[in-house]
């Protein structure tokens, strides 16, 4: 059975603040300038899964399943609200993770993987946070 690839890409709206809590103001600003403060961004989400073509589940996966489960973990939990208070682990006290595209990518991976079907795996996730910067990840640990 032919392996195939499925990508959805879901919107959202929402503001972030790149700062580490063990650095002073003038080091964080230093380091992320303007994004030290909060700010917005329209997001793209890239989700990309692979399985066997399969006509049971109408392709990779059911559409309607894959939409709500993007749904669930991106859309209705970031749209119009701060990543650094919606996502626990980028949360502003230190030892959390930065509020990064790359380190968003990473998150999303994480909470969609495990609830994907039998047989279908997740292959990419990309966040755009404008027309010239995006991350990706693979699943690489």
């Known amino acids: 059975m032919p392996i195939s690839y499925l990508t959805r ?40 899964v692979k399985g066997p073509l399969a006509a049971e589940a109408g392709g990779v996966m059911s ?3 894959l939409d ?13 609200r701060s990543i650094n208070q919606a996502l626990p682990e980028f949360g502003l ?3 959390r993770r930065l509020a990064t595209g790359e380190a968003l990518a990473v998150s999303v991976w994480e909470r969609i993987a495990p609830q994907l079907p039998r047989g279908v795996h997740l292959h990419a996730v990309r966040i755009q946070e404008g027309p010239h910067l995006y991350s990706e990840y693979f699943g690489e640990a």
């Open 9 to 48: 890409i879901v919107e959202f709206s929402a503001t972030h603040t790149i700062r580490r809590a063990d650095w002073t103001e003038e080091q964080n600003v230093r380091e992320f300038g303007r994004a030290a403060g909060e700010h917005g961004h329209r997001y793209q989400c890239r989700v990309t």
């Open 68 to 80: 709500g489960l993007l749904a669930r973990e991106i859309t209705h939990r970031l749209d119009g």
């Open 63 to 65: 559409l309607e399943t």
């Open 93 to 95: 006290e230190a030892g």
